[in-house]
T-cell receptor, first 113, second 120 residues
Framework: KQEVTQIPAALSVPEGENLVLNCSFTDSAIYNLQWFRQDPGKGLTSLLLIQSSQREQTSGRLNASLDKSSGRSTLYIAASQPGDSATYLCAVAHGGATNKLIFGTGTLLAVQP | NAGVTQTPKFRILKIGQSMTLQCTQDMNHNYMYWYRQDPGMGLKLIYYSVGAGITDKGEVPNGYNVSRSTTEDFPLRLELAAPSQTSVYFC???????????????????FGPGTRLLVL
């Protein structure tokens, strides 16, 4: 059974710091991995999607990497800003007969001004 | 485009009551999904649909029903509400060229703002 874990559960950093969020999954048979942002009381916004054949994707200050063989992904946020404060969720599109997104429990990020 | 809209935003139900959570998307997406998110947890898939008239169970379907009569709408029905169904419910949609119940291979999903449900 595919399980997705995110560490740390919560993170507080001062504004301007570079930071890394971690996501690990137990079964490497994935089609892709996605990072989402969730603001309090809101839905999810897709940030980056990495196909299983790719190693990384970049969007602005965000960079996501994928190492399928080790079952790990990282989301790197450069020069963090208070507006980056949110919960970050990773999800894998799992292979097999039921292709669906399996979500991690998220990392709550607080960027202090 | 309004994207994915959900109603109501918040609802309190008594045990045993029924209700329908509404979801509409205006992006002409073929796939639609219902998830629930419990406090401190990730999202779990309840049901999904690959097109009008076709639905299938996700990870946690018990206690719920769905229908998909049009491309735009994907309502979720709770027949006999239980305290265990207290959660935040998210509807999502995506477009995929892939077909069938095997799923969309995880293309980007667009989420609604959620419905917060409290069952007492």
């Amino acid at each position: 059974k595919q399980e997705v874990t995110q560490i740390p559960a919560a993170l507080s950093v001062p504004e301007g710091e570079n930071l890394v969020l971690n996501c690990s999954f137990t079964d490497s048979a994935i089609y892709n991995l996605q990072w989402f942002r969730q603001d309090p009381g809101k839905g999810l916004t897709s940030l980056l999607l990495i196909q299983s054949s790719q190693r990384e994707q970049t969007s602005g200050r965000l960079n996501a990497s994928l190492d399928k063989s080790s079952g790990r992904s990282t989301l790197y946020i450069a020069a963090s800003q208070p507006g980056d404060s949110a919960t970050y969720l990773c999800a894998v599109a799992h292979g097999g007969a039921t292709n669906k997104l399996i979500f991690g429990t998220g990392t709550l990020l607080a960027v202090q001004p | 485009n309004a994207g994915v809209t959900q109603t109501p935003k918040f609802r309190i139900l008594k045990i045993g009551q029924s209700m329908t959570l509404q979801c509409t998307q205006d992006m002409n997406h073929n796939y639609m999904y219902w998830y629930r998110q419990d406090p401190g947890m990730g999202l779990k898939l309840i049901y999904y649909s690959v097109g009008a008239g076709i639905t299938d169970k996700g990870e946690v379907p018990n206690g719920y029903n769905v229908s998909r009569s049009t491309t735009e709408d994907f309502p979720l029905r709770l027949e006999l509400a239980a305290p265990s169904q207290t959660s935040v419910y998210f509807c999502a949609s995506s477009y995929s060229k892939g077909g069938g119940l095997a799923g969309p291979r995880g293309e980007t999903q667009y989420f609604g703002p959620g419905t917060r449900l409290l069952v007492l």
